[in-house]
């Protein structure tokens, strides 16, 4: 895994803060700690999109911090659990390993020819 993708990963943990933060905060701390997360997240995004594909990267970044939200929400909020919503999110996560495979047979061969 390249440095690019790591930090989409990081961005995408804190898209599931802050998304936590929207819904929870109630303080000016929660706020700014929201605050923070979204600049960090979008800081982020846009630096791996520097580099990756921008498609690519924003269809990683929404499908991480989807599935991260919805895991937080059964392990950190008591949202009931369901399979079917375990098993959506394991066809969302299929669908993001195959972008991100695939992105990277692409970024080999433009690499090869430079």
């Known amino acids: 895994m390249n440095k690019e993708w790591g930090k989409l990963i ?3 943990l804190f898209e599931v803060g802050w ?4 819904k929870h ?10 605050l923070i997360a979204i600049y960090i ?3 982020l995004l846009i630096a791996s999109g520097k580099k990756l594909p921008v498609g690519t990267a924003y269809a990683v970044f929404t499908g991480l911090g ?7 929400e ?3 909020f008591g949202v009931p659990f369901q399979w079917s919503k375990i098993l959506l ?3 969302l996560l ?14 080999k061969k433009e690499g090869e020819t430079a």
Not at 19 to 22: A, E, N, R, S
Not at 66 to 72: D, H, P, R, Y
Not at 95 to 104: R, S
């Open 94 to 107: 299929s669908g993001i390993i195959g972008l991100k495979v695939l992105t990277d047979s692409h970024d």
């Open 25 to 34: 905060a109630d303080s000016w701390l929660d706020w700014s700690g929201t």
């Open 10 to 12: 990081v961005a995408a």
């Open 89 to 91: 999110i394991l066809f």
């Open 74 to 76: 059964i392990l950190l």
């Open 66 to 72: 989807t599935a991260g939200t919805v895991l937080a």
């Open 41 to 43: 997240s979008f800081h």
């Open 19 to 22: 998304v936590i933060g929207l």
